[in-house]
């Protein structure tokens, strides 16, 4: 047994239990003065509601007695995603969570059900007499157990990373993800890159939740950086797209600088992420969207040649436009029916050009109607 999996199996790191933080649900704590404010944590559990289903098999009368066998199960779920909260602020250095929430919402995905648990806070410093011990995360002079064995987890996880020697099992996943450890971010592009992961198959999703963990800028600094590095594969930049459409992680600014200086199949991989969403769009999105819409016209012109020509032994003459490859395409067609590439040479296959044009105008004339 490795060192690593020696601290899984003891877990050397602490469980959630018994962290000395206070919750409230209001924005002060009577009595007691904030010293520092951190930064807002979260928390989610998916729960599959065949967890509840299996739960009330054979009972009939649910909003009767059963009901309270209901709320204590979501009790003890909400319970532990708030201790989850509690560890995070430990880490942090905080020692109180302010304007708690708890949302339940129900999801579907591939035709199963499942209740997501939310949770979110302020993570905090109440003011402390110097009597109190310090578990100050980013202490000079004291730090406490939970931040000293995650440190040392986590560099004998970079140590292993790095010789590609780390498994990436669910007990590595849960711990990059649970402690957003961005310094893994490469790492993990990089391993997906090299290796092949027929062999496991939830590899893929835990890259796409463990970017969306990620403060959002990271995630973006990262992805959209790795997205048009000449040496990674198509497979991996395909993985890529994905994160970023499944974390809503489209940013307008990065793409239209980026494609200022892009080649020409960088700039196709950077219109790829514009067929993505956004989490939620703001003023400048709209002028940004322009000049995006506007320079990609400019960068990709439509470049072949339009003609007319007798159609068989016919006088009627038909309009057709000569592709790269030689072959001669009706002037309604699209893309070569030989090459599939279109009208400015770009592949059918891999990017609609001018679907993606439409979608760009009509998200405009959306934000034009929110913003102006």
Avoid at 8 to 28: F, G, R, Y
Avoid at 37 to 42: F, G, K, L, N, V
């Amino acid at each position: 047994m490795s060192i690593i999996d020696l601290l899984i199996h003891t877990q050397l790191v602490p469980t959630m239990k018994n962290l000395d933080v206070l919750v409230t649900t209001s924005s002060t704590i009577e009595g007691r003065e904030i010293e520092e404010y951190y930064e807002p944590i979260t928390s989610h559990l998916v729960i599959g509601m065949n967890f509840f289903k299996d739960l009330f098999s054979g009972l009939t009368d649910f909003f009767g007695g059963n009901s309270q066998s209901y709320q204590k199960t979501l009790d003890r779920i909400n319970s532990e995603a708030i201790d989850q909260l509690k560890y995070k602020a430990k880490i942090l250095g905080a020692n109180c969570i302010l304007d708690l929430r708890i949302d339940n919402d129900e999801i579907s995905a591939q035709g199963k059900s499942m209740l997501m648990v939310t949770a979110i806070g302020m993570a905090a410093k109440l003011k402390t007499d110097n009597s109190e011990k310090s578990t100050n995360f980013n202490s000079k002079t004291s730090i406490s157990d939970i931040a000293f064995n995650i440190l040392k987890k986590k560099q004998l996880y970079l140590e292993s990373a790095k010789n590609d020697s780390l498994a990436y099992i669910d007990e590595t996943w849960r711990f990059l993800i649970e402690n957003q450890l961005e310094e893994f971010s490469e790492l993990v592009i990089e391993y997906f890159d090299k290796k092949s992961v027929s062999h496991m198959p939830d590899f893929e999703s835990k890259m796409v939740e463990f970017f969306g963990h990620l403060p959002s800028e990271i995630s973006k600094e990262k992805l959209y950086s790795n997205l048009i590095k000449e040496e990674l594969s198509i497979s991996t930049k395909n993985q890529i797209l994905e994160i970023i459409k499944s974390n809503k992680l489209l940013d307008y600014n990065i793409v239209y600088s980026n494609l200022i200086t892009s080649d020409f199949h960088q700039g196709i991989l950077l219109m790829k992420t514009l067929k993505s969403e956004k989490s939620e769009y703001i003023t400048n999105d709209l002028h940004a969207l322009e000049n995006i819409k506007k320079l990609i016209q400019e960068k990709y012109p439509i470049k072949v040649s339009f003609s007319e020509k007798k159609k068989g032994l016919t006088s009627k003459l038909t309009s057709i436009w000569g592709c790269e490859c030689g072959k001669e395409n009706n002037k309604d067609s699209m893309s070569c029916s030989k090459c599939s590439k279109d009208q400015r040479g770009i592949d059918s296959n891999t990017l609609v050009f001018d679907k993606l044009l439409e979608k760009i105008s009509q998200d405009i004339a959306v934000l034009q109607e929110v913003f102006k």
